[in-house]
């Protein structure tokens, strides 16, 4: 690359480095995104070359993750059969303890390992740990599935004023000690909000949102909180895109900046999202 | 109870609670506790209590733990069939897979249950998160089973500060990211040692160290790090308190006060030891 | 005493031990306390052991007294004849001489020896030190007697917060720099108040609070603001119990969270009261 | 006056403000400055307004007095007889006690309330306060006559820095508790010496250090501590003069960079010593 | 001068030490006061003394300056010929040029240089540092001749702070970087508002402000605001004094204590002025 | 310009800004820089720029400039003939006059300008001021020509601490007050060792150092400080870039990581030097 192009992207990056310097971006890494067959370590490396540079220019990276896939493999071996209930798993205490157990003791181990490899200094965390997510029971009928009563931000933002990276397994408690399984896109929001965040990124396997989504001409660069409750209303965004597109129509309007949903299959997705001008995915804003 | 004994354990009790505020206490909790039968409850719920009290008064509670019984038992479910070397269960991909999610993803996350409903605000940890424990294999024939080689105390020291209470499962990681399963006891005594802990406590289930292990009366009130490197040269100590003993004598010499080995099935053991003359265990001094 | 019975004090203490760190208790001392025949060394000892053991558990005690006796005492070897002026003793310039020698020189330095041979490292005050107690003439025919005007706290808080015990002798001055000898009642009071104390505690030879003199069983273990106001207007409280009434209705009403009429007769009266579930002696509540 | 005189006294005296602001100085204010019958008023007051000056202009003065006169009038008026041991007054405990009321309770007191109406925010203390000054025996045969074996100057420091102005009556006590009285001068001086003074002051009623009593025009303007020596030792210094000119002496050769013997009688001699090119009585260098 | 006498001006002085410790002086000295023939050097001087002394009792001094005559000298010297327009000098940007290479490159860094040899520490800035002075253009027909916008003070405040004397010279700028030469009077007046100063003071040749100009007996010791702006309607204020009145008037009226109009030819009138009970020209307060 | 490329330039330079960031940078910017005909502002300004950009990844820059072809201008307009000694000019007490007004007055002013247009918030200094550059005559011969004595860097580490960017002009001063003009590339050196910089940079004319002048593929891309010696020795290096290779070799032996020659007449050679992996000139380490 010659000098004029290179000074141009530098020129470009400085003021966006200068902006998040010391901001809090919160991250929602996917289960998918790790669950991929052969491209799979690839993915997380590139994911966490990039924590390891938003944190070399002072933003603060929070990870939040799920791992649906990996619950429901070692549910198979165990020979647990999935129950159904209006189309969502039934979940008892048996499938609670295996899904915290995959969560907390697989993926989010598997994240945190490939972080410190770069010298991230990751920590994994629940939110059980410090009263970070205090959870309630969402339907009698599902079991030990929680909603998202309240967060506490204080661990959180204790890390990252060491300048170490959370990463947060998307399991909550009640004051009684329970523990209930929370959707993580769900839980990345709520914590974008507590703790004032720059910015809300989902890191998914699509391109971004879509107004139709059997058209990939009709990709939305930028849109608004409105919007996206038109589109989930109209049934324009359907499927596992519901709780994302919710998560940044709510974040936005409660104090986070801005929130993104990128494609994480296009290596350093979320480098080109913060540090240059155009953007490689969705990005929501308040109005 | 009247007055004068109540003013008599309260006068005797200060000086210990001035001594040791501000002062960290490492305790290794064993599986073992967590795995009895009806009692299971009962003795978590009396050590969760305990140490809230400690953190009452200004300790600052580190806790350790394993979890073998545990493990065993998702292995058994899993169809896995354990192997041994010389002894030792060799530990291949899986099985540390299985041993990881055992003890971060359901034995750590018992703990810190139990202890948030106190109110104790522990946050669990692996050695895998932020550098605290730097691994490396032990023997190729035994597979993922690791040795410490660093600790690095900074997270546990900036969780302590902050009052809250780690929780540390015992798996560690070396440079390129591979983990390892590592003994308990080993863990606690080399964080004891590099946080500069007061005291290092095991919370077994025996009575404490006997010269004689079929001999009640042989009980050691009070020991020497020498006279327990003579127990284990002559057998006298054998089985699993062996690495107990010889993580006594190390962190007794390199720098930690006392180290004790306690019968966890004695209620408030902990606190009575901490805060009265008389101790209900084996206390180990460096001379 | 057996380890149950043990662990139970503990257990019922600590959680008071962390509620008062870092509070202040402000302690009357009687005159009365220290001019006992023979008991005399025994009572102010035990003072300056729960002294120093409040200090221990990082309460913040600060130590109030009178001296009326020792007064009198000095009055009568120097030929000085009382006079009186409705009940109360008329204070001419030689009188105030006197009283301020005894309260400032010889009381306050018994107390203060006392409770530094118990290492609570305690310093002696007038209340004309550094501004602390601004006084007024109470009534002209009584001569140099002070009502307080106001309290400025500062020195008093300076030497908490360096882990110091100030032992305030209770005489005020006004801006002119005359002094006057205050009843120490109606200071420990003020004082509390001036330093948003969590407790005001009398220490005295009686009981408690009866609402009946002559009857024992009439003692009162709580009671509140408004009910000591009525025993006070019906004459149930009277003679030297009415200052301390009036001081304890006064403070709760004005931020002390709690105030009490102890027995100072009772050894370790104070660390009973302020570490069990049980008082020994009244308590007074806001309501 | 006019413009030019003026403007030269305020260029002189600059540089000594900035020299000595932040400085500590200790002034020994003796006990017949006291005593005087009419000009006692007017002495003490101008005493009071040069220490508020030295604080409006950042030094940090601290006063140490004695009270020989105050003693004795008061012992008179209890009817005690002195007794003598090789010169030297016989304190046994009733003598103490008598000392102490004066000292601490008299003395100071008035010199505290003089300070304080030019709103200095004196603080009188007691050598027994806060371990300020450990005291031992002398002479078995003086009874309660101490020597100075320690001096902690945490509280005087504690005093200053808050811009507060202790006044130090110069009783001491030992490790049991045991109160001694202690010759003034030397309390000065080692106060001067524990705590970096940059001056220590002798107010006396005399010019200063004569090398011949009866001669005036043999007074000293400056002299070194060897000099003083051998006038102690050829007897050309004596009486009460001794222990001020072995203070000196001992101060300048430990820390303290010049001591002083000023005549108090002069009006604002201490500010005048302070602050021109001139003194007003003798100043002792090291060498 | 003798001992009574002394104390006199000291006593007086140190209270004016106190109040003035600590807080800002602004001081305007004039182009003419460096331009002056024999006395030249001595002026400035005594002026660099008298700062250094204000900075020895920790007042803030911060010095502005003009140059009117150095830039006429250099102008002649270049062969520039001034021109006017209503009595003003219409600067082109040679003439601003030229001005800003004398007052910045010149006049303040003579100032400094006398400053610094007094060890006082002086920084030279222009207004044009770190956003100091913003200006725009007063009349198109005067070309980069300026005025006030608005001052920024943290470069001024940094620098005091750091025990730095600021000398500024007046050149302002723009948002666009374009520089203008601003009347010295006004632009000390705007920086005592800004920094919330104590004093303004304008060191002059002439004797303070009089109701008559040429009646000496009329010269007024102390006036307030809105006297001032009469005697400028009227006329009986003119010339150079102008400015000078109306930067009185305005900056007492906008928080500055009191502004000051001193005879600069008296030997440290600055001192004088501050330190001693009778000042040396005209005092303005706001009422 | 592609997001894969885009990424790479992204992924190279972080790591020199986490590595750069809170670390100074002395860039010494020449006067033939500004002297330019046409492309004149378009150099400034793009240095203004960089400068702007390093401070908003919190390099900490710090200007040091020269002026000589601007004081030659001024001497001619002037009519003032250039005396030359041994090569070197000659600097009488009025040339020295002209050159503080066009450095200190007109070439500094001109780039603090340029640099808070882009909101650089820069300060221009002298060597004089706050003591910063104390110099001495080098030679009679040549008047007031200085050498550098010594370096005082307190109000340049104060104001890069501020976020400021100091503009240094090279006028020192000695004790006694009078000011030397002295070589800015030495100055520029003796200002990078004394801060302990990272980088002392060199933005010259030419496109870095030859070895052989004649040779444009003799350019050093990078050297050593002995190497540097040698080609100085050698005549290689000659004319003005000889105190440019003196200063590389001395700072890179007194501490600062690396020098550099860069040409800076490359729009954002000093972005691209510091942030990308192929460096634009001459870069110098210690061995």
Chains 1, 2, 3, 4, 5, 6 share one sequence.
């Not at 107004?211 to 919007?227: H, I, K, M, V, Y």
Request: proline share 4%; glycine share 12%; net charge negative.
């Amino acid at each position: 690359m010659d000098a004029p192009l290179r000074a141009r992207v530098l020129v470009e990056a400085i003021p966006y480095v200068q902006r998040f310097s010391g901001r809090v971006v919160v991250v929602k890494y996917g289960g998918n995104a790790l669950a991929g067959a052969s491209g799979e370590d690839s993915v997380l490396q590139h994911f966490a070359e990039d924590v390891a540079l938003m944190r070399a220019v002072r933003m603060l990276p929070v990870v939040v993750h799920g791992g649906g896939p990996q619950i429901g493999e070692l549910m198979t071996r165990l020979g647990k059969i999935p129950e159904f209930h209006e189309g969502l798993r039934v979940t008892d205490a048996e499938t609670l303890d295996i899904a915290r157990m995959v969560l907390v003791g697989k993926v989010n181990r598997d994240i945190v390992g490939a972080l410190n490899v770069q010298g991230a200094l990751a920590v994994g965390c629940s939110g059980e740990d410090a009263g970070l997510i205090t959870a309630a029971e969402r339907d009698p009928a599902l079991g030990f599935v929680g909603d998202v009563v309240a967060v506490d931000p204080t661990l959180v933002e204790h890390l990252v004023r060491e300048g170490l990276v959370p990463v947060v397994a998307t399991i909550g408690s009640d004051g009684a000690g329970q523990a209930y399984n929370i959707n993580a896109d769900t839980v990345a929001g709520a914590i974008a909000e507590a703790v004032g965040a720059e910015k809300l990124v989902f890191l998914t396997d699509v391109a971004g949102i879509r107004t139709d989504q059997g058209d990939p001409s009709s990709l939305l660069a930028t849109t608004t909180a409105d919007a996206l409750d038109d589109l989930v209303a109209s049934g324009a965004i359907g499927g596992g895109m519901v709780p994302k597109a919710r998560a940044c129509a709510h974040a936005v309007r409660h104090g986070v900046r801005s929130a993104h949903v990128l494609d994480g299959r296009v290596p350093h997705a979320l480098l080109l999202e913060l540090l240059s001008d155009e953007g490689v995915g969705t990005m929501v804003s308040a109005s």
